[in-house]
């Protein structure tokens, strides 16, 4: 057995989760994902799917019809992208791994800015790379980027730099400014860029497109640059495992290769409710974003209003991002806060040991009531 796979570490959330089994009375906010079920008209073109007998293989980079979706929903926010830079996928995580198999071997070097979502920077661990790690650093409870860290990061022998923004779990975003300096960068030293951009539509500040900024925005068709899309977030479909890349139009076919011995196809009813969901996106977004919102600002005054907590008001992404005072041993006090307040939350040192002491908070919840209450359980545990 590779001993990089015996070193992997197992999810410190789901040891957290763990320690709830059997507990109805914990309030649960541990989980990147909202507790809403996927809209009915998404779940009914899966059952018709499935009535039609679409049970069999796919094309390797996904249904036809569900690549122009693609293309007609990223065109309109980002500019024209045509079918033949996309590849549907089975989940956004499954796109991350595809495109780091793709482009990264063994003995690479990868840059990941960091505190991150931990399958960033295992993925290329798994494939052999030599992953550093660029930290966001906190201001009075807002992560910011030390722009010219990681420009000095990225040499010449960097192969890969890995971006998420809006970033899971700190919130943080990249303004315009910086992508270009990034991408500015990146085209000298000859360095792709990976993007994980799965949470732009979930972006609360003014926007043209409705969006976060996307290095699609600004980068050319050929750019050495790799975007991953997932329906997980923006259309409440966690469970579906569906997703999207969008790539240069000549690495395309080879994607479809490596698809093929991953996992050989999407499922066709997974793509039928796919292509649904992106033709009537407005109606499930829209409505979620805002929810979210009031999710976010009904999350964050209660969280700010507890002395000595610090955080602040996340601009993209689903998470109140947290330290509480004394708290150095985040994984611990995870445990603690389940065992002895009943309630559920992430431990920063899930994403990375420079966010230990933080906590994670998924607000994506249907019942804001339950928001409120998990912060008066927090307030008294204190």
Known sequence: MRQVILNLEESKIREVANAGIGRSDVLAFWFGES???TPDFIRQAAIDSLRRGETFYSHNLGLPELRHEVSVYMSARHGPIGVERVAVTSGGVNALMLAVQQLVDAGDEVVAVTPVWPNLTAQPA???AHVKCVTLAPVDGAWTLDMNALLEAITASTKLLIVNAPNNPTGWSLARDEQQRILERCRLTGTWILAD???ERLYYEPSANGCAPSFLDIAAPDDRLVVVHSFSKSFLMTGWRLGWLVMPAEMTHQMGK??????SCTSVFVQRAGVVALQRTDEVTLPVVAHLKLCRDTLLPLLQ?????QTAVPRGGMYAFFRLPGCDD?????KRLVVEAGLGLAPGVAFGADANGWLRWCFASKD???????????????
Do not use: C, P
């Open 35 to 37: 507790d809403e079920v």
């Open 126 to 128: 798994i494939m052999g």
């Open 197 to 199: 951009e799965v949470y």
């Open 258 to 263: 490596l698809i093929e011995f991953n996992t």
């Open 305 to 309: 209003a507890i002395a000595g907590l």
């Open 330 to 334: 985040s994984l611990a006090t995870a």
């Open 368 to 382: 804001t009531h339950r928001l409120a209450q998990g912060v008066e359980r927090l307030r008294k545990w204190l």
